[in-house]
């Protein structure tokens, strides 16, 4: 779940007075809580099962595009001046027909990204719900998403409450949810990319790997008091 449960970002936290950042905070993992829950694999199933009968109807409408231009081509030389342009008219409407019924399921807010919210956001909801309840009895005025949008680079295991979100949503056991070991905390340094001459600058800009990545604790979510 790519959103931040009552979310701050980190530097603003850092720049409160004493008073306020004596207050206590916290973090979880929505994806890894997510992935423990069998609705949400349920509805990850479902989805892809949909998004391929989509885009076997989209298959479908090209190919017969193709059948519709190979076949005039064959039979252009034939073709009078009036029904060479029905024939194309007749090819342009369905090409227009198979872009607009792709872009209605495959677009922006199409059939496919409604159908998502449809099976997700129930399980997100619920989510959400157990982790405000877990913030209020851990009395925590700001819990972040650790899947989320926001940056991560050190995360101390003494404030991870995923254990109890899972918990509270019935999910945590002994064989499933193994608490994360005690000890130091250490921190993921950033890898250093390779310089461009090693590879000759070959490697499209979109392809080229970030410069930075995100830190993540390597310990395993765990139970904390």
């Keep these: 779940m790519r959103r931040l449960l009552f979310a701050l970002p980190l530097l603003w ?8 950042r004596a207050q206590k905070f916290g973090y979880v993992d929505t994806e890894f809580i997510m992935s423990k829950m069998p609705a949400y694999g349920q509805a990850q199933q479902e989805l892809n099962t949909a998004s391929q009968n989509w885009q076997k109807e ?89 899947a989320g949008d926001l940056t991560m680079l050190y995360t101390n295991p003494a404030h991870d409450y995923t254990e109890f979100v899972l918990e509270e949503l019935g999910l945590a056991s002994e064989d499933r949810n193994q608490p994360g070991p005690k000890g130091a905390v250490k921190t993921v340094a950033t890898p ?20 930075t990545t995100k830190g993540r604790s390597t310990a395993k979510p765990g139970t904390r008091n």
């Design 13 to 20: 936290l850092a720049l409160l007075p004493g008073r306020a």
């Design 192 to 211: 250093q990319t390779p310089a461009d001459s090693e590879f000759g600058d070959e490697t499209p800009a979109a392809t080229k790997p970030a410069p």
């Design 58 to 146: 989209v298959e479908a409408q090209k190919k017969d595009l193709d059948r519709l231009h190979r076949t005039y081509q064959a039979e252009e030389v034939l073709l009078t001046e009036t029904m060479k342009k029905k024939r194309q008219d007749e090819i342009l409407k369905k090409e227009q027909d198979a872009k607009a019924y792709q872009n209605k399921v495959f677009g922006y807010e199409g059939l496919l990204f409604k159908k998502r919210q449809e099976l997700t956001k129930p399980i997100q909801d619920k989510v959400f719900e157990a982790v405000e309840k877990v913030a209020k009895k851990k009395q925590l005025a700001i819990v972040f998403d650790k």
